[in-house]
């Protein structure tokens, strides 16, 4: 429900009364005084309808006050000659206070069954990500406990080799693990709106250098070709953000492609932003699906290959959140190119270093 | 020295952490001393004086932080954190509060021990002096003499400037707030996009490939890094 600051519902009653007032003098030399009066509580129920108790009893009584002086006699004072106009004003008052509280009952069962159903649809989220996350992180702890107990209680049996292979199996699922919880607490943090950009002057050629490194041995396998121009302009975002989009397209490739795969990693300047792609040269998808992987917990094809279908998503949200746009096409001779754009903004001055001087 | 094993306290509240440390430590000749909670690493710090502190930035009485803060008002101890946050923000933090570096949970033992050496050596002068040895460059930071391949790289002062403050912290991170104000003074502490050009303009002197560095390093939204050979 909206909001209004707290006096409007006052006001709301004041000018209500007041274009009665107006009314019941223009009817006044044509109308009985009840007709005037029905006016009256005609105003009064509106207010009522719309407003808490406090405006509608507010109503009430300027409508009284308002009645009595200009139309009751004797007219220009506030006495009353006749007792039966005091009924008048006590059923008036009573309307206010019935209608008021009718309302608000209206107004409140309206407000709880809003918040039934965005809770509804907060359960229906939540219901998919658990599936989701149960799913994704089964498999890894199958193969913790069944290694790790292995380890524990029948480690001497095992030769040095058979060691090294189930605690590296341990390390390696481990790390999968804690990827798909950060991945989940990303796209929740980006979801509920919490992130705040703290931009800042980047250079892409680090970005991409330092993606590189962090997925260097997820990437040994695969040929990884660097297409970034030297003489790049820095762009202003929220560098550990876009590092976390364009490390979530290298991550697919080396996921969904198989070793040996040329995925090149492209930036281009356009006139008004740079085109950043990944470029996966092992990679089929029918046109329809280009879409739709961008969703969340959708996966390129029913697939045992990992990843819990959030890495696209959450580049896309990240690439929003900085004005640009991220999207997925088919490379003419097979193979399929994701790419993210960033606006450029005029680069700040530097200024020049004298030239140095001479060494004696 | 005294002792010749290097002894390393550990704050850290969690028990199972403390335990693959304690057994990692260990096996790498280190000795070890152990706090569960801020209160007693202060304590233990100035007890145990010992060569190198690591501190858990989640612990439960009180913050990591001020565990920093307290061992800094009477020490120069290497400080590394251990956080559990991503957020760059709990680390900058922690860097400004006085740490020399941080390791993110999880980690693997070979990051830290890599960080633990770093922080060791950290203060000891080294034993070539200002040489910087980085595969096929060489570069003399007290002659201010660059070379690569053999032959001679012209450096411009600020590049020699930042590629000093980087190597008087050779393995660690150092903000980019510290490296803005240690080579173009406190009034440019925010012109990140100097940093930017410059580390560029070194790379591309220093390193075989500027894009893929392999010494000049990136630490995406906190600093940058100088990686030396252990």
Known sequence: ?360 | MTEARPSILLVEDEPEIRRFLRATLASEGYRVVESPTGRRGSIDAATHKPDLAIVDLGLPDFDGLEVIRRIREWSTMPILVLSARVHERSKIEALDAGADDYVTKPFAVGELLARIRAGLRHGVRSPNGAMLELEDAAVDLEARKATRGGREVHLTPIEFRLLSALARHAGLVVTQRQLLTEVWGPTHATDTHYLRIYMKQLRDKLEKDPIRPRHLLTETGVGYRLAIAD
């Open chain 1, 1 to 360: 429900m909206k909001r209004r600051f707290p006096g409007s519902g006052y006001a709301w009653a004041a000018a209500a009364m007041a274009a009665c007032t107006l009314a019941g003098l223009a009817m006044r030399p044509r109308f009985d005084l009840v007709n005037v009066a029905m006016v009256y509580v005609l105003g009064v129920v509106v207010v009522a309808l719309r407003n808490t108790r406090g405006p509608a009893i507010a109503a009430a009584v300027l409508a009284l006050a308002a009645f009595d002086f200009l139309f009751v006699p004797p007219q220009g004072t506030f006495t009353v000659d006749d007792v039966q106009y005091l009924l008048t004003f006590a059923i008036l008052l009573a309307i206010a206070l019935v209608v008021s509280h009718l309302g608000e009952d209206v107004r409140r069962r309206a407000q709880a069954q809003a918040a039934l159903r965005v809770e509804a649809e907060t359960e229906r989220i939540r219901a998919t990500l658990l599936a989701s996350i149960s799913h994704d992180l089964r498999t890894p702890l199958a193969v913790m406990t069944g290694a790790s107990s292995t380890l524990a209680e029948r480690g001497e049996k095992l030769d040095a080799a058979e060691r090294a292979a189930l605690a590296k199996s341990i390390f390696e699922q481990s790390r999968e693990m804690s990827d798909h919880v950060s991945k989940v607490l990303e796209m929740t943090r980006l979801e509920t709106g919490s992130i705040v950009l703290e931009r800042d002057w980047a250079s892409l050629a680090e970005i991409a250098g330092s993606v590189l490194r962090r997925l260097a041995e997820r990437l040994a396998a695969r040929r990884v070709m660097l297409e970034i121009p030297a003489d790049l302009p820095l762009v202003r975002v929220d560098a550990p953000l876009v590092e976390q989009a364009l490390a979530n397209l290298m991550e697919n490739a080396a996921r969904h492609t198989p070793p040996g795969t040329v995925v090149r990693l492209r930036v281009q300047r356009a006139p008004e932003e740079l085109v950043v792609s990944v470029e996966n040269f092992g990679a089929e998808l029918p046109e329809a699906d280009l879409e739709r992987i961008f969703a969340k917990f959708e996966r390129g094809v029913a697939e045992s290959s990992g990843g819990m279908g959030l890495g696209l998503a959450i580049c896309r949200a990240i690439v929003r959140l900085h004005g640009g746009r991220a999207w997925a096409e088919r490379i003419a001779g097979g193979g399929i190119a994701f790419r993210f754009t960033l606006p450029l903004e005029p680069a700040p001055a530097m200024p020049p270093e004298p030239a140095a001087v001479e060494r004696p």
